[in-house]
């Protein structure tokens, strides 16, 4: 069956970095573009990143531009977050999501890692 799996989460000090991953299994990753999100305590979930099936493509929130960088690895099914110059802002739970495009719906979805940021 479909899974993506996120891991790399953790407590980290303003201004460092984490490397979130998302594995996937159960579908040829090459065909589908994989999207991050995140939600905040309190907060709506809201997209972080994208990343097309080719990885012609990236998109990133305006919040995260210029500190976040979105990969991939087909041979290895796994998509990658670099989070740098990371801001207590930026802790929440990250989840990363299956794809048709990065235009299109979510249909498969990890569990999720948390992400906090705090000195």
């Known amino acids: 069956q479909v899974q993506l799996v996120e891991s790399g989460g953790g407590l980290v000090q303003p201004g460092g970095s984490l490397r979130l991953s998302c594995a996937a299994s159960?579908?040829?990753?090459?065909?589908?573009?994989i999207g991050w999100f995140r939600q905040g305590p309190g907060k709506e979930r809201e997209g972080v990143s994208c990343?097309?099936?080719?990885?012609?493509?990236?998109y990133y929130a305006d919040s995260v531009k210029g500190r976040f960088t979105i990969s991939r690895d087909n041979a290895k099914n796994t998509v990658y977050l670099q989070m740098n110059s990371l801001i207590p802002e930026d802790t929440a739970v990250y989840y990363c999501?299956?794809?048709?495009?990065?235009?299109?719906?979510?249909?498969?979805w990890g569990q999720g890692t948390q992400v906090t940021v705090s000195s």
């Open positions: 990343i097309s099936s080719s990885a012609g493509n990236t």
């Open positions: 999501a299956r794809k048709r495009s990065c235009g299109a719906a979510s249909d498969y």
């Open positions: 159960g579908f040829t990753l090459d065909y589908y573009a």
